[in-house]
Structure formats: C-alpha cells, structure tokens
C-alpha cells in the first residue's frame, strides 16, 4: 500500500491549511438533468460551483484534475489506492463552494459526510427524456470511431477524460453500457439514497423549469431580474465535444508539423479515419 500512496497524483499536491471557500452547496442530481444551467444560476448568484465542465478547464491551469478523479474513482470502485480523504480532494476542489455533476456525484455519499451543513440540491428531470438524453450524448461520443485512436495520442485530455466518463457509464450499467434498464435502476437508486441520507430541511429538489424562486428561497438570495439560464441541451453538449476533438487534434498535429498543415492534415485524417460521408466522428 505504501508503494501506491507514493504514486498517486493527490500526494503531489500540497495540503491545505485552511479551505479557501466554505462547501456550501451538493448539487447531486445525475447529470443531464439541467446541471450545467444550474452551474450559470449559481455562479450569477455569487457561488463558485465544480461542475465536469471546471475539470477541462482546470487544464488550462496546468491542474490535472481528469487525472486526479481517475484515481479517486478506482481508489473507490476498484479497490486500487487508498480512498481520498476530506484534505485530499480539498487540495484540489478548495477553490469551489459547490460541487455538482460527474464526477462528484460518484462521491455523494463521501461528501454527504465530509461536509454535514452543506444544503443539497437535486435536479431532476422525466425518466424516458433522461434516458434518451444520456443516448444523444455519452452513448453517442462514445462511439465516435476514432476516439480510441485520440486517446491514445493524447493523455492530457481526451485519454483520462474518456476513461473517467467510460468508468462512469459502466458503473452505472454495471459493466454493460448499452443496457437501458440498469442505467434506469441506477438514476432510481441514486436518488432515493440521496433523500434517505439528507434532511428535508437541507434538500430542494429542483427542476430547470422551476425558475428562480425555489432556488433563490432555499439558498436566502435575492431573485436576479434576468431569466433562469437554459444551457446544454444534447445537440450543444455533441457540438462542445466535436469542438474539443478537432482542437485537441489539431494541436497534436501543429506541434510537429506546423500550423497550416496542420489544419489540413486534421481534416484529412478525420475522414479518412472515420470513413464516413461527411466527416461524421
């Protein structure tokens, strides 16, 4: 054990003596179920909210936090390493008073405990327009042909991204992605093991069309004046990763032959790899 705990990332990263924001909010519904625009909502009412979209763009920073879940997930579901404790994964999520979305949720029950006075927010949506939801995004990326040939070319991003999502999906099929009724057994016993370990005085269940006024209630904000932010429908959620694969794939090709034929060979690359009309991932 004391030979995994040298090599895991999370030790690399120095502890904290104090937490930089206060945890105040879980936001622990699935994700698909109006995450992101709960994200937009919180951030306008002052929060700094964790959601998957801040593990991408802690890349920017140099923070390899697509990594750091990687471990944590197969410390937990896998058996390898130890599990993280309240001080490691506050190394790198001390900077966000809420966390919600993939991969938190993994943790509800960890950080249920961690943080006792948090309120709970748990979005939620119709069953049939989750499922179908979850089709037209993770099960269609997931698919793209050459995914696996990026992955492997790119362990910055896409390779620890797409092990993190794929772990996540097969925990929540129990190992068989393409099974419909075990994802439905899931989003059940998710939720039902959320309500039986919060207060009912700590939770709002919530859903995108309920607008401002319960959330603003629950967490004592005023309401702002503009509407409630609708963001991250399926289409937009498969346009924002197309987006991120021709970037990523560009960069690796202009790094070693330079801009201009760079975009070419891209383009070229992505056809010919995928071998459909139209250039379809």
Not at 15 to 28: N, S
Not at 125 to 136: I, P
Not at 164 to 186: F, M, S
Request: net charge positive.
């Amino acid at each position: 054990m004391s030979s995994i705990a040298k090599t895991r990332l999370i030790d690399t990263l120095p502890t904290l003596d104090v937490r930089p924001r206060e945890l105040q909010v879980l936001c622990l519904g699935m994700s698909r179920t109006g995450t992101l625009s709960l994200k937009h909502a919180l951030t306008q009412l002052g929060y700094r909210p964790y959601h998957m979209s801040e593990a991408l763009i802690a890349l920017r920073r140099g923070e390899r936090h697509l990594e750091l879940w990687n471990e944590a997930f197969k410390a937990k579901f896998e058996g390898q390493g130890k599990p993280f404790t309240r001080e490691e994964f506050d190394k790198f999520l001390g900077d966000f008073d809420v966390l919600e979305d993939i991969p938190s949720i993994l943790f509800a029950d960890e950080f249920l405990a961690m943080y006792p006075d948090a309120k709970v927010i748990l979005t939620n949506r119709e069953m049939e327009g989750w499922l179908a939801s979850m089709e037209k995004t993770f099960s269609t990326i997931l698919h793209w042909k050459t995914l696996p040939w990026l992955c492997t070319r790119d362990p910055v991003l896409w390779g620890p991204y797409v092990s993190l999502v794929n772990r996540i999906v097969a925990h929540w099929t129990k190992g068989n992605p393409g099974d419909r009724e075990a994802l439905r057994e899931t989003y059940v016993e998710h939720y039902s093991r959320v309500r039986s370990m919060v207060p009912k005085e700590r939770l709002l269940e919530f859903r995108s069309q309920d607008g401002w006024a319960p959330l603003c209630d629950f967490l004592g904000k005023e309401v702002p004046g503009e509407a409630y932010p609708r963001v991250n429908d399926a289409q937009y959620t498969v346009k924002l990763h197309k987006y991120l694969y021709w970037m990523r794939l560009w960069k690796l090709y202009r790094t070693r032959v330079g801009a201009g034929v760079a975009v070419v060979a891209a383009v070229g690359l992505g056809y010919w790899l995928n071998g459909v009309k139209g250039g379809r991932l």
